[in-house]
């Protein structure tokens, strides 16, 4: 310790910072194959791993009534064999491949993620072509499927955050609209799903002509066009009639649900309601005023639940779109987004951790945002972009966002200009209105025995309680 | 005064190169440029972790790095998040057994600030240290324990398994995240002594990777960090030694509220750094990692016993590293069913190794994991740091994907044998019990959302 003692530091001032480079949300190429598949491309030098990312037109809402989660089984379906390979030898040239792939189903329509060393992209697509042209539904796997996914069901009712995000569903949404309930069905629903029926669900919404494939990385030397001709290309498929949307309504009525957890050390609160997609000219100062409301630490949540008074490890505010349509001439919203507010606070201060959140939400209501804070979400929203947008994943991810939203292909990077225009009025006003104190549905999952009575003294509407 | 050496271009590194670099006061500096995307990262390792902790102190290291985030003399509160935030970086700490990280990603015109708040903290963080934040991140942290360990089901699975195969004494034998009483325990005393014993210029390794100019990049380096002294005080963690395996099997049941029966073990295995660590790893990845491997194929598709099983590997310097086997089973399977194909399994693959096939396809997964850590700037100076902290090396970042793939199958076999077996593993079983009021209404509730909310 003795050098320590002797010297010091040298001080110097912050630095300021250097001449900003030029970045932009790539910009992809637009193309479609002669079967009538749309593929947007995107060359990210430097992205050995490419990303592929295909969207089906088959939306939760299609599925069979009483059927709810075929849309899961079926996108796990498609890699359990093809015409040309049995489902473990189709694991295994995957595998051989060095290439992931996932797929999921989602109220907008079901999207499968291929990701892959550039050198064997045009084997992974072969595969993935055969996948989708061609799967087999083997009886045995889809039971099988069917059988995996009811022992997941009671895995994700016990974790506290899946669970709050289902009650909250179910509390915002109409019993008779698909996004009330469970987007991997419940256990009476998948019980119900064979074989059969996953042939059927596929042969009436899977085809190339409504299918999307968006394509990143590092093409260089890469004859793309040749790989997708002898792929995706080969493909054949009927013309489908558009599918309408139905609209999204929601009972934002000030109102808790407790789903009860004795013994609980915290409570997961989720709290939230519906409010504008990204077709809404909205969208940027929402997504501005939510980030100053809790889009990290240094928010205004977390400034005061943790870095004041250590409630929680963190509560974040977010917008998520659910669904969105193709615009129609009037402009505006075509769809909604999730906005909620969600984080875990110790079981004993749940009472006066949600009293200060609601402070939190009464100030922003009363007295605005400061330019201050405007200025720092600005600036770092459109600031980490380059960050953000490094991995040929990431690109893919929003493009294909992009796609299933029917937003055009500039979205993304007219959104930086939007956001860098939108000012600290119109930031306060979307997040106020996203956000107001008395229309917010609030889900806590935790020991009712403890948080009931703090919570019902706070005021914020009606106090129920169900079985966890 | 800085001195630097360019190593010559490594084949299958996709071209990357680092030039290696020490300032007078002992802090390495490890710069890789990278022009493709205008940003950088910079990555600080410091070589203290759990590992340092003494008896009653657990969880002291993760705690202070915390602190680092709560302000030093130049910087106010929570001036780093909000600097660096404003600035259009991302940053974050994180806590292992064997090192403590700090990184900012940063647009590359900004990359000066993120040197300046590294070193601001580097050299100043007692003066802004104080009880009340100290108070305020023990409670902040010991929520962070509640969400990802007690809250959640299984959640210290990990901790338990850890506990078993790192004999009581051990260094490794507690997890970064620490008990509740340990951290209730923590005084701003222990926080000073640990910054006093561990920070300093020479026990850290700093990396810059990503579009810079690595001149002026190490006159910055110079600049803000030159004049931070070097100590001594650093003490070396207990001696991590161990036998190569267990010698017998160790066995922990857990009756608890979770949602089905699990079989979790922890085997003990070769040191990273090592090529038979590499063996061990493509030998996990052929029995247990993704849907082609062995035990998914036995388990969840021919047997259709369980949910999901796998392997995952935690790769350790200073100790033996740990193999990890998880598996989750169906409604109305019994563990010693599971227990009985899983060894079934293990012992075919001592005795036979890998297939040609399945070494091919464990190279190329490893293969792709390994690009995918290099795909980011972030990814690349946090590797950097890895091999320069752990085995004195930044240079092995660049060549560790080549070694995967020098591995032979009957390598792979060999490490199996050795240390897959029973006499070599902690195993932790779950029993499900019923909560006092968890009645079977769930008929009414029984969703199951396809996403977390966050």
Same mark, same amino acid.
């Given at each position: 310790?003795?050098?320590?003692?002797?010297?010091?530091?040298?001080?110097?001032?912050?630095?300021?910072?250097?001449?900003?480079?030029?970045?932009?949300?790539?910009? $992809?190429?637009?193309?479609?194959?002669?079967?009538?598949? +749309?593929?947007?491309?995107?060359?990210?030098?430097?992205?050995?791993?490419?990303?592929?990312?295909?969207?089906?037109?088959?939306?939760?809402?299609?599925?069979?009534?009483?059927?709810?989660?075929?849309?899961?089984? *079926?996108?796990?379906?498609?890699?359990?064999?093809?015409?040309?390979?049995?489902?473990?030898?189709?694991?295994?040239?995957?595998?051989?491949?060095?290439?992931?792939?996932?797929?999921?189903?989602?109220?907008?329509? &079901?999207?499968?993620?291929?990701?892959?060393?550039?050198?064997?992209?045009?084997?992974?697509?072969?595969?993935?072509?055969?996948?989708?042209?061609?799967?087999?539904?083997?009886?045995?796997?889809?039971?099988?499927?069917?059988?995996?996914?009811?022992?997941?069901?009671?895995?994700?009712?016990?974790?506290?955050?899946?669970?709050?995000?289902?009650?909250?569903?179910?509390?915002?949404?109409?019993?008779?609209?698909?996004?009330?309930?469970?987007?991997?069905?419940?256990?009476?629903?998948?019980?119900?799903?064979?074989?059969?029926?996953?042939?059927?669900?596929?042969?009436?919404?899977?085809?190339?002509?409504?299918?999307?494939?968006?394509?990143?990385?590092?093409? +260089?030397?890469?004859?793309?066009?040749?790989?997708?001709?002898?792929?995706?290309?080969?493909?054949?498929?009927?013309?489908?009639?558009?599918?309408? *949307?139905?609209?999204?309504?929601?009972?934002?009525?000030?109102?808790?649900?407790i789903v009860d957890r004795p013994?609980?050390?915290?409570?997961?609160?989720?709290?939230?309601?519906?409010?504008?997609?990204?077709?809404?000219? #909205?969208?940027?100062?929402?997504?501005?005023?939510?980030?100053?409301?809790?889009?990290?630490?240094?928010?205004?949540?977390?400034?005061?639940?943790?870095?004041?008074?250590?409630?929680?490890?963190?509560?974040?505010?977010?917008?998520?779109?659910?669904?969105?349509?193709?615009?129609?001439?009037?402009?505006?919203?075509?769809?909604?987004?999730?906005?909620?507010?969600?984080?875990?606070?110790? +079981?004993?201060?749940?009472? $006066?951790?949600?009293?200060?959140?609601?402070?939190?939400?009464?100030?922003?209501?009363?007295?605005?945002?400061?330019?201050?804070?405007?200025? #720092?979400?600005?600036?770092?929203?459109?600031?980490?972009?380059?960050?953000?947008?490094?991995?040929?994943?990431?690109?893919?991810?929003?493009?294909?966002?992009?796609?299933?939203?029917?937003?055009?292909?500039?979205?993304?990077?007219?959104?930086?200009?939007?956001?860098?225009?939108?000012?600290?009025?119109?930031?306060?006003?979307?997040?106020?209105?996203?956000?107001?104190?008395?229309?917010?549905?609030?889900?806590l999952?935790g020991d009712a025995s403890k948080i009931e009575?703090?919570v019902?003294?706070?005021?914020?509407?009606?106090v129920?309680v169900i079985q966890g | 005064?800085?001195?630097?050496?360019?190593?010559?271009?490594?084949?299958?590194?996709?071209?990357?190169?680092?030039?290696?670099?020490?300032?007078?006061?002992?802090?390495? /500096?490890?710069?890789?440029?990278?022009?493709?995307?205008?940003?950088?990262?910079?990555?600080?390792?410091?070589?203290?972790?759990?590992?340092?902790?003494?008896?009653?102190?657990?969880?002291?290291?993760?705690?202070?790095?915390?602190?680092?985030?709560?302000?030093?003399?130049?910087?106010?509160?929570?001036?780093?998040?909000?600097?660096?935030?404003?600035?259009?970086?991302?940053?974050?700490?994180?806590?292992?057994?064997?090192?403590?990280?700090?990184?900012? +990603? *940063? $647009?590359?015109?900004?990359?000066?600030?993120?040197?300046?708040?590294?070193?601001?903290?580097?050299?100043?963080?007692?003066?802004?240290?104080?009880?009340?934040?100290?108070?305020?991140?023990?409670?902040?942290?010991?929520?962070?324990?509640?969400?990802?360990?007690?809250?959640?089901?299984?959640?210290?699975?990990?901790?338990?398994?850890?506990?078993?195969?790192?004999?009581?004494?051990?260094?490794?034998?507690?997890?970064?995240?620490?008990?509740?009483?340990?951290?209730?325990?923590?005084?701003?005393?222990?926080?000073?002594?640990?910054?006093?014993?561990?920070?300093?210029?020479?026990?850290?390794?700093?990396?810059?990777?990503?579009?810079?100019?690595?001149?002026?990049?190490?006159?910055?380096?110079?600049?803000?960090?030159?004049?931070?002294?070097?100590?001594?005080?650093?003490?070396? $963690?207990?001696?991590?030694?161990?036998?190569?395996?267990?010698?017998?099997?160790?066995?922990?049941?857990?009756?608890?509220? /979770?949602?089905?029966?699990?079989?979790?073990?922890?085997?003990?295995?070769?040191?990273?750094?090592?090529?038979?660590?590499?063996?061990?790893?493509?030998?996990?990845?052929?029995?247990?990692?993704?849907?082609?491997?062995?035990?998914?194929?036995?388990?969840?598709?021919?047997?259709?016993?369980? /949910?999901?099983?796998?392997?995952?590997?935690?790769?350790?310097?200073?100790?033996?590293?740990?193999?990890?086997?998880?598996?989750?089973?169906?409604?109305?399977?019994?563990?010693?069913?599971?227990?009985?194909?899983?060894?079934?399994?293990?012992?075919?693959?001592?005795?036979?190794?890998?297939?040609?096939?399945?070494?091919?396809?464990?190279?190329?997964?490893?293969?792709?994991?390994?690009?995918?850590?290099?795909?980011?700037?972030?990814?690349?100076?946090?590797?950097?740091?890895?091999?320069?902290?752990?085995?004195?090396?930044?240079?092995?970042?660049?060549?560790?994907?080549?070694? &995967?793939?020098?591995?032979?199958?009957?390598?792979?076999?060999?490490?199996?044998?050795?240390?897959?077996?029973?006499?070599?593993?902690?195993?932790?079983?779950?029993?499900?019990?019923?909560?006092?009021q968890?009645?079977?209404?769930?008929?009414?509730?029984?969703?199951?959302?396809?996403?977390?909310?966050?």
């Amino acid at each position: 310790m003795s050098d320590a003692v002797t010297t010091t530091m040298t001080f110097h001032p912050q630095p300021s910072a250097g001449a900003a480079k030029l970045w932009a949300f790539p910009a $992809p190429e637009r193309a479609e194959l002669s079967n009538g598949l +749309t593929v947007l491309r995107c060359h990210r030098p430097g992205q050995q791993v490419v990303a592929v990312e295909i969207n089906l037109a088959a939306p939760l809402e299609a599925e069979p009534a009483g059927l709810d989660g075929i849309a899961t089984i *079926m996108a796990r379906a498609l890699s359990e064999g093809t015409d040309k390979h049995t489902a473990e030898e189709f694991a295994a040239e995957l595998e051989r491949c060095g290439a992931t792939l996932d797929a999921h189903a989602d109220h907008p329509g &079901v999207r499968v993620s291929l990701e892959v060393p550039v050198s064997r992209l045009p084997k992974a697509l072969g595969l993935l072509a055969d996948a989708l042209r061609a799967p087999a539904f083997p009886e045995g796997e889809v039971e099988r499927l069917v059988r995996n996914r009811l022992d997941e069901i009671p895995h994700e009712l016990a974790n506290p955050a899946r669970r709050a995000s289902m009650a909250l569903s179910k509390e915002l949404f109409p019993a008779e609209a698909r996004m009330s309930r469970p987007r991997q069905g419940t256990q009476e629903t998948v019980e119900g799903i064979d074989a059969a029926a996953v042939r059927a669900f596929y042969e009436t919404h899977v085809r190339p002509s409504t299918t999307t494939a968006v394509v990143v990385g590092d093409l +260089t030397g890469v004859d793309l066009d040749k790989a997708l001709a002898e792929t995706l290309g080969t493909w054949t498929g009927g013309a489908a009639e558009p599918r309408p *949307m139905a609209p999204i309504t929601a009972d934002d009525t000030g109102r808790v649900v407790i789903v009860d957890r004795p013994g609980a050390v915290q409570t997961q609160l989720l709290i939230g309601r519906i409010g504008a997609d990204r077709h809404d000219r #909205v969208w940027p100062a929402q997504v501005l005023g939510t980030y100053c409301l809790g889009g990290t630490l240094t928010s205004r949540l977390d400034r005061v639940l943790r870095e004041e008074k250590g409630y929680t490890y963190g509560v974040r505010a977010f917008g998520q779109v659910l669904r969105s349509a193709a615009p129609d001439a009037s402009g505006g919203a075509t769809g909604a987004a999730m906005l909620a507010i969600s984080g875990s606070v110790a +079981t004993e201060v749940t009472g $006066p951790a949600l009293e200060d959140l609601w402070k939190v939400l009464g100030t922003l209501k009363e007295e605005g945002l400061t330019d201050a804070e405007r200025d #720092v979400a600005v600036q770092n929203l459109v600031g980490v972009a380059p960050l953000k947008y490094e991995t040929a994943a990431a690109v893919a991810g929003t493009l294909a966002d992009q796609v299933e939203q029917h937003l055009p292909d500039d979205f993304q990077a007219q959104l930086y200009t939007r956001l860098a225009e939108t000012g600290t009025v119109e930031a306060t006003a979307a997040v106020v209105s996203a956000f107001p104190p008395d229309r917010l549905v609030t889900v806590l999952v935790g020991d009712a025995s403890k948080i009931e009575e703090p919570v019902k003294a706070l005021g914020i509407g009606e106090v129920r309680v169900i079985q966890g | 005064m800085p001195m630097g050496h360019t190593a010559t271009e490594q084949a299958g590194s996709g071209g990357l190169t680092a030039t290696e670099h020490r300032l007078a006061n002992g802090l390495r /500096v490890v710069l890789s440029e990278d022009h493709l995307t205008p940003v950088a990262a910079v990555c600080l390792w410091y070589d203290v972790g759990s590992r340092h902790e003494v008896k009653g102190r657990t969880g002291l290291a993760h705690l202070f790095e915390h602190l680092m985030f709560q302000g030093s003399s130049q910087v106010k509160g929570n001036g780093h998040f909000e600097l660096v935030q404003g600035a259009g970086g991302s940053l974050n700490g994180t806590t292992s057994f064997e090192r403590t990280n700090y990184f900012e +990603t *940063m $647009p590359a015109h900004q990359v000066e600030l993120a040197l300046w708040l590294e070193a601001d903290r580097m050299g100043s963080l007692l003066t802004a240290l104080d009880e009340e934040s100290l108070e305020n991140q023990r409670d902040v942290v010991k929520n962070e324990r509640r969400q990802r360990y007690d809250n959640v089901p299984y959640g210290t699975a990990f901790e338990r398994l850890v506990a078993m195969a790192y004999p009581e004494g051990h260094p490794y034998h507690h997890t970064p995240i620490g008990s509740m009483a340990d951290l209730d325990a923590a005084s701003l005393e222990d926080a000073r002594e640990f910054f006093r014993t561990y920070y300093a210029p020479n026990n850290a390794v700093l990396a810059v990777v990503g579009d810079i100019d690595p001149e002026q990049t190490l006159a910055w380096i110079e600049k803000y960090f030159g004049t931070i002294p070097s100590h001594d005080g650093k003490r070396p $963690p207990r001696d991590g030694t161990l036998p190569d395996v267990i010698g017998g099997q160790l066995r922990e049941v857990v009756e608890e509220e /979770v949602p089905a029966r699990a079989l979790m073990a922890a085997y003990r295995l070769p040191h990273d750094g090592t090529r038979e660590a590499d063996a061990a790893d493509l030998a996990l990845t052929v029995l247990g990692g993704g849907e082609s491997s062995r035990l998914h194929n036995r388990l969840v598709r021919r047997d259709r016993t369980a /949910v999901a099983a796998g392997f995952g590997l935690l790769r350790l310097a200073g100790a033996p590293s740990l193999g990890w086997l998880d598996v989750k089973t169906s409604a109305g399977v019994e563990v010693p069913d599971i227990e009985a194909a899983v060894d079934e399994e293990l012992a075919r693959f001592a005795e036979e190794g890998p297939t040609p096939e399945e070494m091919e396809r464990a190279q190329a997964q490893l293969e792709r994991e390994w690009l995918d850590r290099l795909a980011t700037v972030g990814g690349r100076a946090d590797e950097l740091c890895r091999y320069a902290v752990l085995f004195g090396d930044p240079q092995l970042a660049l060549t560790a994907v080549e070694r &995967v793939l020098q591995v032979t199958a009957e390598e792979v076999r060999a490490v199996a044998q050795a240390r897959l077996r029973p006499d070599n593993r902690a195993v932790l079983v779950y029993e499900p019990v019923q909560g006092a009021q968890q009645a079977d209404d769930t008929a009414e509730d029984n969703d199951a959302e396809g996403e977390s909310a966050q």
